[in-house]
């Protein structure tokens, strides 16, 4: 495993660090969805692909194999990225897919299920995410195969599949239904899709390419029903022709400014200083006026000195295996040879990209205040109330002190970043008027006065409440801020405290991987434990793994602060049976609790290779300590092995 530091400019350290710390607002570019009902992040994140627009600066991509069940496995890409760059990609591509792909997957469900966690798993980490699909064609069945993707389909056809009533159109229908629910459960996630349907339609290779006019309204009916009917909000619409006559390819396919949030090329190339990469870059200014455009699919990548210097694409996605690196996965079966180590190095150390450590997004969280899922703390005999709405703002639940809170009680939120803050207060009308106090912290400890602007949008009569919006804003080193109730006499349940409503930049979560290469990132082991680093290509191509000197039950602890979730890659001698690794947390490293994994067999058993198993510990709280243990205690010691291991944990 090589990990590589990179050497930044100050100019350009200076310009990211002040983007991460939030004085270079992504709001205040004002890029808008072309869908009015789009989420605050879908324009989020529009807006802040404008930002990079303008620092000269490009998101890394990367494309994930369609048969990977595993983000953190050796073989996948999206590991091998951090394995040889030290880094992990902006941009998760993935593909909601044309079959199970023989053994990996047993039905078309579990394959786009295990895609949809895959995109919240690099999203939960501050990662954006981008889908294409390849359909089968709705003359055939979903999960037909690749040739169902390739399937010619006549001009006729063609029109009867864009036209509604028809069979035809009755079949894509239900196929575009179907994957609207997966997209509906990333929504639900909060993923924002970068959603890329139809791709290289001026190619003759898929059923809906080379069908000139008319593909524009295939687009069209599948935005109208993604977003009229299916409400799916999350989704930033990406259209990709292959390279070609840009001019023309615009004119004949392109569905019109209503239906296209940004634009993006295929590119494959067997020149890094190809022409092709500034001419469809120069059209696509042209074309697409204010639209931001990326390159959505690349083999062999051109310099970074030549997409920074000469082009304004936002960001790159270099596909998958060979086309990723054709040293490791070997070259790839067309277009182009594919890009090497050497070229992911140089993407990865330039100033310029930006890597999903890197990224810098500004989330808006909503706080109904009808639970307390989204604070980090606050006072005992604080509760909610939910009666006598129509006094108080219409407001569902506020926060209030029962009898039994302290007069000065508090409620703290914990966000990465936070730059605003919005509070609404209602004061009862029989009584003074003490407004909350407001405190900021970076700590959590050390807390500094803060003075909102008090905003007083009605006032209280005839049992109507006063009510009051407390904003602060342009908030520097905040990671906590904490409200308190000041009214010390009268009723104890006034005043009751909104929704509350902040801007953060950042999270606080982050993914540790241990190669198990060395000892350096476990907290401890039993003695008879060592690493292997034989015969990888029969087990996983993975370089070293945790095993056993002696058949015994060997145990290996892990100790992080916070950790949210647990991820293991093991592997298997297939001539032995599997007896299970046993796992175990702790808040303290003394007691311990037994816990069920969720497991997933990545490989079939076969005469040759290992049998790849991953274990997911998911949803931990309360967990500083995890422990992995062996429990088989006969046959060969060093089966089974444990491969990488990926800890989700608080900073």
């Known amino acids: ?38 989420s605050q992040k879908v324009n989020d994140v529009l807006n802040y692909l404008e930002t990079l627009k303008n620092q000269n600066q490009i998101l890394a991509g990367q494309h994930l194999h369609e048969g990977r069940t595993d983000l953190y496995a050796p073989i996948s890409e999206y590991q091998h990225t951090y394995d040889v760059t030290g880094r992990y990609p902006a941009l998760l591509g993935l593909d909601m897919d044309f079959g199970v792909h023989g053994s990996v997957f047993s039905s078309m469900d579990e394959n786009r299920s295990k895609k949809v966690e895959q995109a919240t798993q690099h999203a939960a980490h501050g990662g954006l995410v981008t889908f294409t699909w390849h359909e089968t064609s709705p003359q055939a069945i979903d999960d037909s195969g690749w040739s169902a993707v390739n399937q010619a389909m006549t001009a006729t056809n063609f029109h009867d599949l864009v036209t509604p009533g028809t069979p035809l159109y009755n079949k894509w229908l239900a196929h575009i239904d179907l994957i609207a629910s997966y997209l509906k459960e990333l929504q639900d996630n909060g993923v ?20 000139g006019t008319e593909f524009k309204q295939l687009w069209i ?80 990548l051109p310099t970074p000195e030549k997409l920074i210097n000469d082009t304004d694409y936002v960001w790159y996605m270099l596909w998958h295996t060979g086309w990723m690196d054709n040293n490791f996965y070997g070259a790839p079966t067309g277009n182009g040879p594919g890009s090497n180590p050497q070229i992911l190095m140089d993407f990865y150390n330039s100033p310029n990209t930006i890597t999903r450590d890197e990224l810098s997004l500004s989330t808006t969280i909503i706080d109904p205040l009808d639970n307390w899922n989204k604070t980090y703390s606050h006072s005992s005999g604080l509760s909610f109330d939910v009666t006598n709405t129509q006094y108080i703002g219409n407001d569902s639940s ?73 904003a602060l804003s342009g908030l520097s080193n905040a990671n906590y801020v904490k409200i308190q109730w000041n009214y010390t006499s009268g009723m104890h349940w006034n005043p009751n405290l909104g929704e509350v409503k902040l801007e953060h930049t950042g999270s606080f979560e982050t993914t540790s991987v241990d190669p198990l290469n060395d000892w350096t990132k476990t907290y401890s082991h039993t003695p008879n434990t060592n690493f292997n680093t034989t015969n990888s290509t029969y087990i996983g191509y993975d370089p070293s793994r945790a095993s056993r000197t002696l058949a015994t039950n ?30 175990y947390t702790s808040p303290d490293g003394s007691t311990w609790i037994p816990i069920t994994p969720t497991i997933h067999q990545n490989t079939a058993v076969s005469s040759a290779a290992w049998t790849n198993m991953s274990y997911t510990l998911q949803n931990l709280s309360n967990v500083n300590y995890v422990k992995v243990k062996w429990n088989k205690t006969s046959g060969y010691a060093w089966s089974p092995q444990v491969g990488q291991v990926a800890v989700t944990h608080i900073n």
């Open 1 to 38: 495993m090589f990990h590589f530091a990179r050497v930044k400019s100050s100019v350009i350290t200076m310009m990211i660090l002040v983007l991460l710390m939030g004085l270079l607002p992504v709001q205040e570019v004002h890029a808008a969805s072309v869908n009015p009902n789009a």
């Open 398 to 470: 506020r926060a209030y002190r029962m009898p039994t809170a302290p007069a000065h009680a508090e409620i703290v939120w914990k966000y990465k970043g936070i730059s605003s803050f919005q509070a609404t207060g209602y004061h009862w009308p029989y009584e003074s008027i003490s407004h909350y106090s407001f405190f900021t912290s970076s700590d959590g400890s050390t807390w500094t006065p803060a003075t909102p602007v008090i905003t007083q949008n009605s006032v209280g009569s005839g049992g109507n409440w006063s009510k009051f919006t407390y």
């Open 221 to 300: 009916n599948m935005y109208n029903r993604f977003t009229n009917h299916h409400n799916l909000n999350n989704l930033i619409w990406v259209w990709s022709p292959n390279t070609g006559d840009m001019n023309s390819v615009y004119t004949n396919y392109y569905p019109g400014d209503a239906y296209v949030d940004l634009g993006g090329v295929d590119l494959y190339t067997n020149n890094r200083t190809d022409a092709a990469w500034t001419s469809v870059n120069n059209t696509f200014k042209t074309k697409l006026g204010s639209k931001n455009f990326g390159l959505t699919e690349v083999g062999l």
């Open 554 to 583: 060997e145990e290996m602890i892990w100790n992080y602060n916070q950790i949210q979730s647990f991820h293991a890659t093991t592997y298997f001698y297939h001539e032995e049976a599997i007896a299970h690794f046993s796992f």
């Open 192 to 211: 924002v899709v970068l959603w890329r349907p139809y791709h290289e339609m001026n190619g003759s290779w898929f059923w809906w390419g080379n069908k």
